[in-house]
């Protein structure tokens, strides 16, 4: 298992708003320019993998949201998990 695809999965559980909270920590990181090389690597791809992370949740946000309005732009009507009626 390639360490990109390691951190890939190693983030699956982490939300969005973790996710672009730790890639923030990551940029004022390698921002102040005191960071070793082989640390700044690491940083990078570990940014690199939240920031993928974090596009593939929008992404899925996104399809979601296509899926509950409709062609006119008017919301589907749709039940909530628990509160149907019996």
């Given at each position: 298992m390639t360490e990109s695809k390691e951190m890939e999965d190693k983030f699956q559980a982490v939300t969005f708003e973790e996710a672009i909270?730790?890639?923030e920590t990551i940029v004022k990181q390698l921002?102040?320019?005191d960071v070793p090389l082989?640390?700044?690597?690491?940083l990078f791809q570990e940014?690199?993998?939240?920031s993928k992370l974090c596009?593939?949740?929008l992404q899925?946000?996104?399809?979601?949201m296509d899926e509950l309005?409709?062609?006119?732009?008017?919301?589907?009507?749709?039940?909530i998990?628990?509160?149907?009626k019996s």
């Open positions: 909270e730790k890639l921002e102040e320019n082989e640390k700044a690597i690491n940014g690199m993998s939240l596009h593939d949740k899925t946000v996104g399809k979601k309005i409709d062609s006119d732009g008017m919301a589907k009507p749709f039940t998990q628990g509160d149907e």
